[in-house]
C-alpha cells in the first residue's frame, strides 16, 4: 500500500486507474485521529558546550553559537547558572615598529541574548584572564570548567532599561586593565613570534572567563563575531597613533579553524518538581501535569510513540498522509518565552541520541524525526509548540524505523549551546495527530 500510494494521489484524474477516491463511494477513505503521547522528563549529561566551528571547519563561522554569562532561579527549574571561557586570536600578524607607547585596551562586546527574572537595573559583567589554556583539540561539554584568577581585568556594567535596540543587538565598551595592555604591547617588542600565528599567541595568552555578577538575575549572551565583539590595543609612537585588534573567531592556516570557546552551565533543582531526578538518562514522572524542558542544561521531555504503534495495529491497511505533534505550553512571563523551536531527537532504548556520520566532518550529528515551533497566543503570554513528523510515522508504520522515543530539546543541539530558553509543557495535551487513509 505504501508504494500504491504515490501513485493513487500523483494522479490527476483518479479514474484513470480504476480508483474512485470520493469520499462516499472511493475506495480509500480519509481518516483522522488524535492519540494521546506518552511522556516523562529526563536528564542528559553530555550536552556539546563549544562552538561548533571547531568541529565542521565547512560550517559558516557565523553560526557558532554564543558565549552565556549569568544566572536566575524559579520554582520551576531551579538556578541556572552560567560561565563563558573563549580564547583569545590576533587580528593581523605582527608590528613594524619598537618604540610604540601603551595607551589603552578598549574590549567591545555584541549582547544579543538576554533571559531570566530581571532586566531592570545596573548589570554587571566581569572579565577574568584564564590561568589555564583551551584545548583546540578538545571537544568540551557543560559539566566542563576552566580555571581562571580571581581578580576581574575589568567590567561591562549596563543598564537595559537605557537600550533601545536590545532585543536585536548591543554593543557595550569598557576599557580592561593597562596592565594587562602593556604586557600584550611588551611581548610583541620582546617576543616577534608571539605575534606570527594563533598557535604562538595561544602560548602567551589563555584567554578570558565571563563572569555575571549575582544581582544581575538573568543570562545574557554574547555574540563572538570579529566586527562587533572584539579587544582593541591602542599605542602611538612620534609619527602616529594606531591600533591592533585581538579578536575572538579566526583561522591558523586555510579551512583550519582555531577558534575555542564554550559555556560552562549547571543546574541546582532542589525544591523544583524535577528535583527527584537522581539519575541521567533515566525517565521521571513529575507529580503535577506538567513536563519539563530547558536549553543546555540537560533537561528534556521524551515522548513515547508506542501509542500510536497500538492504534494502527487496530487497522487492516492504511496511508499516512500527514502527522504533527502539537504541545500546548504552560503560561509564561516576558523575560522567560519558551524556546521558539524544539527539535525532536530520536533516542534508542538506552535513551542515547541516535547519530549519523557525515563526509568529512569528525563527529556526528544527531538524528531528528523533525521539529516544532512555538506559535504565541496573540497579545498573552501563552501558546504551543507544533510540528510535522510525517516522514518518521511513515517510517514507524512501514518498519523501516523501530524507534519509537523522541528528545524534545534545543535545536541544533549537536553543534553549541546557544540559549538557555525554559518551556512548560501541558503533559496530559500532548497529542499525535494522524491524517491517514484506509482501504474499503
Wanted: charged share 20%; hydrophobic share 35%; glycine share 6%.
Amino acid at each position: 500500500m505504501a508504494l500504491l500510494a504515490p501513485l493513487i494521489f500523483a494522479c490527476e484524474d483518479p479514474g484513470e486507474i480504476g480508483l474512485d477516491l470520493n469520499p462516499e463511494n472511493g475506495a480509500f477513505v480519509a481518516r483522522f485521529q488524535e492519540i494521546p503521547v506518552d511522556n516523562s522528563v529526563l536528564l542528559y549529561e553530555d550536552i556539546v558546550a563549544d562552538n561548533a566551528t571547531r568541529i565542521d571547519s565547512f560550517q559558516n563561522i557565523g553560526s557558532a553559537g554564543r558565549l552565556l554569562t549569568g544566572s536566575f532561579d524559579n520554582q520551576s527549574f531551579g538556578k541556572v547558572k552560567s560561565t563563558a571561557f573563549a580564547g583569545l586570536y590576533l587580528g593581523k600578524v605582527g608590528f613594524t615598529d619598537d618604540d610604540y607607547v601603551f595607551d589603552s585596551l578598549v574590549f567591545n562586546i555584541k549582547v544579543d541574548y538576554m533571559y531570566g527574572n530581571s532586566f531592570l537595573g545596573t548589570k554587571k559583567i566581569y572579565i577574568h584572564e584564564l590561568a589555564d589554556s583551551l584545548k583546540t583539540d578538545t571537544l568540551y561539554l557543560t559539566r566542563n570548567s576552566t580555571p581562571y584568577h580571581d581578580t576581574p581585568l575589568g567590567e561591562f556594567a549596563f543598564d537595559l532599561s537605557a537600550l533601545d535596540t536590545v532585543w536585536i543587538d548591543t554593543v557595550l565598551t569598557t576599557k580592561l586593565s593597562d596592565e594587562l595592555g602593556k604586557r600584550f604591547l611588551q611581548e610583541a617588542k620582546d617576543n616577534e613570534s608571539t605575534y606570527l600565528n594563533n598557535k604562538e599567541f595561544r602560548k602567551f595568552f589563555n584567554g578570558f572567563a565571563f563572569v555575571s555578577d549575582e544581582a544581575n538575575n538573568m543570562v545574557a549572551g554574547i555574540i563572538p563575531e570579529n566586527n562587533s565583539t572584539f579587544l582593541r590595543m591602542h599605542f602611538h609612537n612620534n609619527e602616529d597613533t594606531t591600533s591592533f585588534d585581538f579578536i575572538f573567531q579566526d583561522f591558523d592556516t586555510i579551512n583550519f579553524n582555531s577558534t575555542k570557546y564554550y559555556n560552562h552551565i549547571s543546574l541546582d533543582r532542589s525544591g523544583t518538581p524535577i528535583e527527584g531526578i537522581t539519575e541521567f538518562y533515566t525517565e521521571y514522572q513529575t507529580s503535577n501535569d506538567l513536563s519539563y524542558i530547558q536549553a543546555s542544561t540537560g533537561v528534556f521531555t521524551k515522548l513515547d510513540i508506542q501509542p500510536y504503534l497500538n492504534f494502527i495495529d487496530t487497522i487492516d491497511h492504511l496511508v499516512i498522509n500527514r502527522a504533527e505533534i502539537e504541545i500546548p505550553v504552560q503560561s509564561f512571563s516576558d523575560n522567560t518565552v519558551p524556546s521558539s523551536g524544539l527539535d525532536m531527537y530520536v533516542v534508542d532504548q538506552n535513551n542515547r541520541f541516535v547519530e549519523e556520520f557525515i563526509p568529512r566532518r569528525p563527529l556526528p550529528i544527531y538524528i531528528t524525526a523533525g521539529r516544532l515551533i512555538f506559535s504565541r497566543n496573540s497579545n498573552e503570554n501563552e501558546g504551543k509548540f507544533e510540528g510535522i513528523i510525517t516522514e518518521y510515522i511513515q517510517g514507524l508504520t512501514s518498519g523501516d524505523s523501530q524507534n519509537t522515543q523522541l528528545l524534545l530539546g534545543q535545536t541544533n543541539l549537536w553543534n553549541s549551546v546557544l540559549s538557555v530558553n525554559q518551556s512548560v509543557l501541558k503533559k496530559d495535551k500532548i497529542v499525535l495527530k494522524v491524517y491517514y487513509s484506509v482501504l474499503q
